[in-house]
């Protein structure tokens, strides 16, 4: 893999984690205590396309951080991280691997098991004590750049006192996949939540306060995958909303769900 000509990072800041957008550019910042580089790695919309490898120019306080001018949201990106591969004193660093980024806040594409995807070779003598040089970007997701900014006109909280709290715990897909009055289109999406009939029942109940359960991305297990099933329950769930309850191209559908609320 070849990436294109590198562009210098502007020092950025240390916080918040994550990649942060404001209106500018993008600041990106990783933690990292025992990491000795880190790499930014710039993708094609697609995410199948590594363009660029842009070295984060500061660390400060454990965080490695750079700001990318002209940057903007739907820019996908992933890390690669430098350091001592020591698995008897928990250093597992490996630069050929692709990471995600724990704080993005939206996901390109979803994990394909591939042996790759290990910092070791599994059919080597050391087993989980070897050294694997693949390169797995092509079995990662990609990270996201998000546009987190949403106009709530005005909405407040309703400051419910918990002792006449109600909370409802429902599932996406399960509380919209079989209701009558949730078009066939909207079913298991965020959007068939704000079906009138669908508010109107769960007030009907006597609920104030709902619950959801994982609205994240998460992980199929391998095996769930080799049977031809799926995470349906989604835990071990990662920060971003799940693209599967809407679609990648409208990331504020959630919060226009909450908002008629």
């Not at 990106?28 to 490898?53: H, I, M, P, T, Y």
Request: overall charge neutral; some cysteine.
């Amino acid at each position: 893999m070849n990436p294109g000509p590198k562009r210098p990072l502007w020092p950025g800041r240390p916080w918040p984690l994550g990649a942060n957008w404001d209106g500018k550019g993008v600041n990106f910042a990783l933690f990292s205590e025992n990491a000795e580089k880190v790499e930014l790695c710039l993708f094609d919309g697609r995410g199948k396309k590594e363009l660029e490898r842009i070295e984060l120019p500061e660390y400060t306080d454990q965080v490695w951080h750079g700001y990318l001018p002209d940057a903007h949201p739907g820019r996908l990106y992933g890390y690669r991280v430098f350091g001592p591969y020591d698995p008897m004193r928990g250093h597992r660093f490996n630069h050929h691997k692709l990471l995600v980024d724990p704080y993005a806040k939206g996901l390109s594409g979803s994990l394909v098991w591939h042996k790759a995807n290990f910092g070791y070779r599994h059919d080597s003598a050391k087993a989980d004590l070897s050294f694997d040089q693949r390169d797995n970007a092509r079995h990662v997701p990609k990270c996201m750049v998000v546009d987190t900014a949403f106009n709530w006109s005005g909405d407040r909280p309703p400051d419910v006192p918990w002792n006449d709290t109600v909370i409802y715990e429902m599932h996406v897909k399960g509380i919209t996949a079989r209701h009558p009055d949730v078009p066939p289109a909207l079913r298991g999406t965020f959007a068939g939540l704000s079906v009138p009939t669908v508010i109107g029942h769960i007030k009907d109940l006597g609920v104030n306060a709902v619950e959801l359960m994982p609205i994240f991305p998460c992980s199929d297990a391998r095996n769930l995958g080799e049977k031809g099933l799926c995470n349906y329950w989604g835990y071990n769930p990662y920060t971003g909303a799940f693209v599967v309850y809407g679609k990648r191209s409208d990331r504020l559908l959630f919060e226009r769900v909450l908002d008629p609320c």
